[in-house]
């Protein structure tokens, strides 16, 4: 897990023809294996969809008394927080510290989004912070 590694939700639709190698993180989540994040928003453009950054990155702690389990933890917590409508997440970064014998990771995370539209393109969907003018 490097720097723009990605990681898709279970249930993430990717373009026909687009079928990285990837392992289970967590009940709900994959890990796309030696594709970083640029290179997998050219393979999704050049087929036609889109590779959206929607919201600001965040960052999420985690603790343990080894440097494995805290970066686990932390990862599972920015994981299990992005809300359901992003089907995917791109990884920043990882800090890892040692304080008084514990381990203390912190993970930022991009949310993303893959979809065939972009919300101008597709009237069906809407922005996930756009107001309803009806």
Known sequence: MNAH?????????LPDGLDP??????????LIEEI???VLDTMIR?????????????RRKGFGLT?????????????????KQYNAAELISVQATKNLGLHIAVVTLQPRLIQQHTWLEDPEKTHPRAVSTR
């Open 5 to 13: 590694s990605v990681f898709l939700r279970k249930e993430c639709i």
């Open 67 to 83: 440097e494995e389990r805290a970066v686990q933890g932390a990862l599972a917590r920015g994981l299990n927080r992005l809300a």
């Open 21 to 30: 190698l990837t392992e289970p993180v967590g009940e709900d989540w994959t």
């Open 36 to 38: 970083a994040a640029p």
């Open 46 to 58: 050049r087929r036609g969809w889109h590779f959206l950054c929607v919201l600001r990155p965040y």
